[in-house]
């Protein structure tokens, strides 16, 4: 029993006791706007040093590459934009006539 009494009183919880002692600080309006004005001149000058750091700084492999994969883009969409919904169910359905009924899915069930 003595090992007990050598921890020494109740537990001591955090803001149970302090309740009405400690109060917030409320911070001025004007500390407010000043603030908001240092961040948002703050903002500006890393935007504009961000457009001026912003070089393009591929090689000029890369450049061909992505000019290309553009284009190719570009034609993809029109050859799209080109046919008709009708047109292309049609097409599908004739690329899938062609091929083997090898790989279709066979009936699972054997009552039908």
Same mark, same amino acid.
């Given at each position: 029993?003595?090992?007990? *009494? +050598?921890?020494?009183?109740? $537990?001591? $919880?955090?803001?149970?006791?302090? %309740?009405? +002692? &400690?109060?917030?600080?409320? &911070? ?6 000043? %603030? ?41 969409? #029109?050859?799209?934009? +080109? *046919? &008709? ?9 004739? *690329? #899938?006539?062609? %091929? ?6 066979? &009936?699972?069930?054997?009552? *039908?």
């Amino acid at each position: 029993m003595s090992a007990y *009494k +050598s921890a020494g009183g109740a $537990l001591k $919880l955090k803001g149970v006791g302090d %309740l009405g +002692s &400690k109060k917030k600080k409320k &911070k001025s309006k004007e500390a407010k706007k000043i %603030l908001e004005q240092i961040s948002s001149i703050r903002d500006e000058e890393s935007r504009d040093e961000s457009t001026k750091r912003k070089r393009d700084q591929r090689t000029p492999a890369q450049k061909a590459f992505d000019k290309i994969q553009e284009q190719r883009q570009v034609e993809r969409v #029109l050859e799209k934009a +080109s *046919k &008709k919904h009708k047109e292309r169910v049609n097409e599908f359905n004739a *690329k #899938l006539d062609t %091929l083997t009924e090898h790989f279709d899915i066979p &009936k699972v069930s054997w009552t *039908k």
